[in-house]
């Protein structure tokens, strides 16, 4: 890996995650004058102006943004009035279970999906192939928060084979690890379906069939190492489609994750505890696409070569 | 319908609709179904949407055995469901449609923005929207939910806010291209100013292309509105909405389950409705896609 592809790419992530405080910042200054709330409604205009003196707020805005954009990175992130603790520990007591729900999702979802995207480009047109993007688009179409109640209906108070709230055990995983899994696998299974159609049909792939390399040795040696180059990028941006239905299959399923505590964190207006969430999807969904970025350079050389030469 | 600009597009356009596959058929008059729900919602409601009935709560549907007064049965307060789930429709469909144009206009517009100023307006509106692709928009939108209050004009503004990213990214591709074709060229040649180019030449021909990203991000707003509000975080009572009929039944899916399965039933038939008219559009409008 060249220093100057990482450095440009890291350079990227850093104004990236800059943009989301900078967003955080204005919708913090939108929200009111945080000296009005703490001095109280009915405060002299006095009292106010010291608060204001107090939390700096007096200064002009770049500087409160600097000072802000300093104070997040030391890992000050605000206290939760609801818990008063630090919003941080709030947030990452939460984490692991949300990762335990993605990880096994991600993995559910990778493991239909990328196998029937293949065999449905392999059987362009036959029943495999229909069957694929009718799951697909199924997949697509119908949201989390339906399919969830829906299992719910059928499998805790139908069939009462199923627990439908709580993180318990492991019975309790296999409803929301289902839901948040099988809508990425139509997405991916769509995607890597395209990707390995668009490669089967260039031409090494047909000088490697007229020089007489075998079925399985071009499969596996020239059709998916190509292919796998765009089904890696779309993982990056499957990670947010990730995030964003955890956030629903939690309130479902009450899975105590960070997704749920998300929306109790935003109904109860618990502003400190909303923007660490913010902050914490950010940055690891920023850290996700640089991964992919990263690791989109080590499959494919080309990038890499094309990286040292050019300015990015 | 954007081909239909000259009588022999016209003719051909109406001629290709005969060969419409049957899925694709069943999804346009379901979607019309909808058109017309959302249109006359008030001649074809049977109830008003907050008349509460306590002494009918929770009844099953007319079909299931339920009182007949009340066609698709009552939710927790004795009210009618057929006439709440039109109403749902149509603030569903007003908040999707009005969304979907925001960030369609507001996207196209700083697409050409970009592709025309170059430079460091163009580094600075891409900046944008890498930044909005770079995290989930709904953690976005719960956000600025949380710091401003929800209110019905900005669940609106943040759903159009949803998706116009894609069409800058879109718009600012093919007018990048489109200024190196011959014609915007000549145009341009015989003294046309920039504005003219853009509205009267290269828009016409980028409408395909803008259209089928309409169907793509369409089903998108669609079910932004209806997570919101199922959430709580949406649409507000006393109104109503698909997401918010889903949310608020949801307590109840032991004893009526008809309140959360029919709006749900209702979301899922109308984006896969549209995702099927798109692709198929898509197929049929612009070939270079595919």
Redesign the interface.
């Known amino acids: 890996m060249n220093l100057r592809f990482f450095a440009t790419r890291l350079g990227r992530a850093v104004l990236t995650m800059l943009l989301v405080v900078g967003f955080i910042f204005v919708i913090l200054r939108l929200a009111g004058d945080p000296a009005q709330v703490m001095a109280g409604d009915d405060a002299p205009p006095e009292v106010v102006e010291r608060y204001q003196v107090a939390l700096g707020l007096d200064r002009p805005l770049p500087e409160q943004f600097l000072r802000y954009t300093a104070s997040l990175a030391a890992g000050d992130l605000g206290r939760s009035f609801k818990d008063n603790r630090p919003a941080l520990d709030v947030v990452l007591e939460r984490l692991p279970i949300t990762l335990y729900l993605g990880l096994v999702a991600l993995i559910l979802s990778l493991s239909i999906g990328i196998p029937l995207g293949i065999f449905a480009a392999l059987k362009r047109g036959t029943a495999i192939d229909r069957f694929a993007m009718t799951f697909a688009v199924l997949g697509y179409s119908l949201p989390n928060f339906f399919l969830g109640i829906l299992l719910i209906l059928l499998f805790s108070l139908h069939l009462r084979w199923l627990p439908s709230s709580g993180s318990e055990t492991l019975w309790h995983l296999i409803m929301p690890a289902f839901t948040l899994g099988t809508a990425h696998a139509g997405g991916i299974a769509r995607f890597t379906r395209s990707a390995m159609l668009e490669v089967l049909n260039r031409n090494f792939m047909r000088t490697a069939k007229a020089k007489g390399v075998p079925h399985q040795r071009r499969l596996y040696r020239h059709a998916l190492p190509n292919a796998a180059i765009p089904v890696v990028t779309h993982l990056g941006f499957r990670i947010g489609h990730l995030v964003a239905g955890a956030i629903i299959v939690e309130t479902v399923f009450a899975w105590p994750g960070v997704g749920r505590l998300m929306i109790s964190a935003v109904a109860a207006r618990d502003l400190a505890v909303v923007q660490a969430l913010v902050l914490m999807t950010a940055l690891a969904m920023i850290a996700a696409n640089l991964a992919v970025d990263l690791a989109y350079g080590w499959i494919d050389p080309r990038i890499r070569v094309a990286g040292e030469r050019r300015e990015p | 319908m954007t081909v239909a600009v000259r009588p022999t597009r016209t003719s051909q356009f109406f001629r290709g609709l005969r060969r419409v596959p049957f899925m694709v058929g069943l999804s346009l008059g379901f979607l019309g179904l909808m058109v017309f729900v959302f249109l006359f919602a008030d001649l074809i409601a049977t109830h008003d949407v907050t008349a509460q009935d306590l002494t009918n709560r929770l009844k099953r549907p007319a079909l299931l055995g339920g009182p007949p007064q009340f066609l698709l049965g009552t939710d927790e307060l004795g009210r009618d469901l057929y006439s709440r789930l039109i109403y749902a429709i149509r603030t569903s469909m007003l908040v999707a449609i009005m969304g979907s144009l925001i960030g369609a206009i507001l996207g196209t517009l700083l697409g050409f923005v970009a592709a025309h100023f170059r430079g460091i307006v163009e580094d600075t509106i891409m900046?944008?929207v890498?930044?909005q692709?770079?995290?989930?928009?709904?953690?976005?939108a719960?956000?600025?939910?949380?710091?401003?209050?929800s209110s019905f004009g900005l669940v609106v503004i943040l759903i159009g806010l949803q998706g116009w990213d894609n069409y800058a990214r879109l718009v600012r591709g093919l007018v990048h291209s489109a200024n190196g074709h011959g014609y915007a060229v000549a145009i341009r040649g015989l003294g046309a100013p920039p504005v003219y180019v853009y509205s009267r030449h290269i828009l016409p021909n980028i409408a395909a292309a803008l259209m089928v990203q309409f169907s793509l991000n369409f089903?998108e707003t669609i079910?932004l509105e209806?997570?919101l509000s199922?959430?709580?975080?949406g649409v507000q009572p006393p109104m109503t909405s698909l997401?918010l009929m889903?949310?608020s039944g949801?307590r109840f899916?032991?004893t009526a389950?008809w309140i959360?399965?029919l709006p749900?039933?209702v979301?899922?038939i109308t984006?896969?409705s549209i995702?099927?008219v798109g692709?198929w559009l898509r197929d049929r409008l612009d070939p270079t896609l595919r």
Do not use: C, E, K, N
Not at chain 2, 230 to 233: E, H, K, R, T, V
């Open positions: 900046m944008l890498d930044w692709s770079s995290i989930p928009f709904i953690v976005i719960l956000a600025t939910l949380a710091f401003l209050g089903p079910l209806a997570s199922f959430l709580g975080m997401g889903l949310g949801r899916l032991l389950w959360s399965v749900g039933t979301i899922f984006t896969l995702s099927l692709d």
